[in-house]
């Protein structure tokens, strides 16, 4: 399941790291099994591990006595938010009741990443999660784990990973703190992901004040499997024998799940640095290879990754999806500190670990491909029936032949509490909804209007960010067809048909502040649209929300909103979540984020050759091609990047979103891609039009020539109709001759579509004709400059 | 029969693959070979292919160079074997002592991947006869440690002898001395290069298809050799 420490419960208190708490002092040896049935009215931190009195007392309960030490710390991180979903799940539960048939889903929402056929014989997996407390307390680690957490996600389904991206957010470009976050996740992201050989394909970098004490940091991974290569976490099968594979188990990441996530953000945040957990790509990658050579070879029956909540988690995992119990000695977990006490081997959240279910004859084999590989694996431990009453099996732990744990598994990984929190809508939305953008004075001069353009494209969210996808490798593997800074990411999935996929992540936090319902279809929409414009047909969603606290009603509201906006979406759009993560507790204090759905859409293209790129191609001859705006322009500027940049205002309400014309509209694009009427697509979202005109000029150093139609030629609506913000748009070149083609399946498909000039290689400017020229050289200057100024410029070096 | 290519794999080498592809796109035979076997399966040349070689703990290259596989092909080198090391492959040749100089951390201290512009300013060695001199090509870059460092006297004689493979333009990438993309050895059967011609071989996945002279380079001269 879930592999990123992001959430729990809010009441632990930072002084109670688990590894402290948990002070039995073991002068008679461990806390047993034994020990706590004799000794029921014992006091227990419970509370300081972050679980209520209530949840206590149903552990008792279950148990029939206290629990142990170690089933303390297995209970309180097994029913931490972050692995429970306590507080979401009665929501997300819409995911499933509203999904969309698919024929092509292998499997989905509650399996460690959603699978989806794409032919016969491959699919591909894909999930995206947060890694956000752990990159503010340690940026490099934080960010790079989470890289490494994802990934194990997408092996353990039985897939090669082939691609990562990764969706960040941080506070103000300007701000210290981003200066000491920024670099350094974004060198982790590199660091682990470079060292995987894993290109990096997309994402996004986003500013926003409101992150400034809580970045996001997200990671989507996508694997590729032959279909029946499909990996299974069932610990099926009495009498096979538990493999740990991977590094040894240490102290870090203590907590991880039930520290950090539940963490309100204060001054002691500094503190628990011991609760990120230190990455080994060299190890993970090793990891990778020996995986995928046992699954080949057909030696394993169940496996499951290692992430949030460590060995507690994996262990009662794939015994309960099992249904039998399992024999564990604690003491054959390999060590890097040999003074670590049970409680600690059970919640480590050491890196780049697997867990294999494998038959007993096999065991030698699979030790074989381990050592081949250089990795470690060890025998801890074997499957065990279910009870002669016919109860599912149990857990039964021992280390140095004390019996620290027996529970029953599922009463862990499946049964933990379930919370139907209060909601309210924010009490200050509505004031908030009033304050139209709408409004705002706007550039009044042809002059102001480009002045308004060139810093537009030099803001913070707009601007170019080569300083940040240079640092990773797109290159690797050789599949690469489309990464960043085009709008998808596209994968070449198999070399002799030319099958591939497109990937998009998108989320707009202002968006989903003004109005979380359709901020979150906003986001699908976008992200939708990302992909539809390469060519590819989207066929699948992934999901990663982030929000403040579930306690607070408002955000629970948000967050309800939200889940049922997306839900929506999907259905209208006819694909399903496959899977996904929430992260709750990312507030400073009393302050939450702006809810902040992150919706990840995977489409299929059948031969990659047919992609499109979004820059304007080098005419070949004279004449270039033909400029088309998609879609339709209303006078929508609430929550827009203009407003923000230019008056730093935020209010109104966001663009309608209208999902039948998104389908519609990927339906054209992909017909169009399929039959070569597009030299060129570019989505139109943040910046508007006049960002989408920019971002298509600059990357092949091609000029355009843009007449604005007659109702948009007056007063201020130029203005408006290069950056507004409506959904549902793309630009598109068109090469001569097949305009009649393009034009005839638009209105076959009912999407509008609107002439808007031409593009221009022998000038290379930018011209908006009765407005303004600019030259493509200032246009680069501006948006160029910027990240270089903000985060050090490195390059070139001149001798 | 075509010319047979090997291409190690190390615990850690990531474009071994791609390394292959473009051997077999060029229109040779790819033959994997492993780090732990020093049987070298009668290859007529070899490619050690960009990656992290244990991780690049300690130094870069610096325990791949022990490899079981390296000792023989350090052997074949001296023997005249062709070598090209891509990246990682020129760090793990370099810490083999097959090419003078070192790689460095880029003085800029990033990782950094750019389509970069190159100068191919020896096309007489094994691996560039395709080319012409002073070709101007786009091949990807893609390191974190790529700054080529030797002592003064080593540049002077890599200079005089022809023994500067490719240059940067436009920029220097990282900081490298003299803009040293790739050097090669006395014999011209050794070339180290930073940057990656696996990636610059097809129109979909590359910047151009540039990277693909140095493979057509070592077939033609294999050919030439063996007629």
Redesign the interface.
Known sequence: MTTQPDTASSEAEEKSLPAQVASYDGRNGPDTVERAGETAGELQPFAELGLRDDEYERIRGILDRRPTQSELAMYSIMWSEHCSYKSSKVHLRQFGEKQPPSDRMLAGIGENAGVIKISDEIAVTFKVESHNHPSFVEPYQGAATGVGGIVRDILAMGARPVAVMDPLRFGAADHEDTARVLPGVV?GI??YG????LPNVGGEVVFDPTYQGNPLVNALCVGVLPVDRLQKKDAAGPGNIVVLMGAKTGRDGIGGVSVLASATFDDGSQARRPSVQVG????E??LIEACLELYDANLVVGIQDLGGAGLTCALTETAAAAGTGMRVWLERVPLREPSMEPHEILASESQERMLLIVKPEQLDAVLAVAEK??VLATAIGEVTPSEVSGLPGRLRITWRDHLVVDVPPASLADDGPVYARPMREPADLILLQADRAETLPRPATPDDLKATLLRMVGSPNLCDK?WV?????????????LAQPEDAGLI?VDEHSGLGVALSVDGNGRFARLDPYNGAKLALAESYRNVAVTGAKPVAVTNCLNFGSPEDPAVMWQFAEAVRGLADGCLELGIPVTGGNVSFYNQTGAAAIHPTPVVGVLGVIDD??DRVPIGFAKPATGDGDLIFLLGETANELSGSEWAWVTHEHLGGVPPKVDLAKERALAQVLAEAARVGHLSAAHDVSDGGLAQVLVEACLRNGVGARIALPEEFSAGSMPFVYLFSESAGRAVVSVPRGHEKAFTGLCAEQGVSWTPIGVTDGQNEALEIRGQFSVPLAELREAHTATMPKLF?A?????? | MSARIGVVTF??S??D??AA?AVRVAGGEAVRLWHGDSDLHGVDAVVLP???S????LRTGAIARFAPVMESIIDGARGGLPVLGICNGFQILCEAHLLPGALTRN????????DQWLRVDAASTAWTNSFEADQEILV?L?S?EGRYVADRATLDALAAENRIVATYL??????SER?IAGVTNEAGNVVGLMP?P??AI?A???PSLDGLGFFTSILKHLAGASA
């Not at chain 1, 490195?794 to 001798?799: A, F, K, T």
Request: charged share 25%; aromatic share 10%.
């Open positions: 060198a590199g660091g470079n060292c995987l050989g080994d790509p060299f190890t990658k090793l590989w250089g080569s996808t240079e640092q990773y490798d797109r290159y690797v593997l050789g599949n690469t067809v070449r990659v050759a050090g490195s390059l070139p070096v001149e001798d | 615990p850690g990531l474009d693959g791609d592809r960009g990656g992290f244990y991780g690049d703990y003085s800029h201290l990033h990782f950094r991947n750019r990807p893609k974190g436009r920029g220097n990438p990282n900081g803009d990656h696996e990636h097809e979909l996945t590359g």
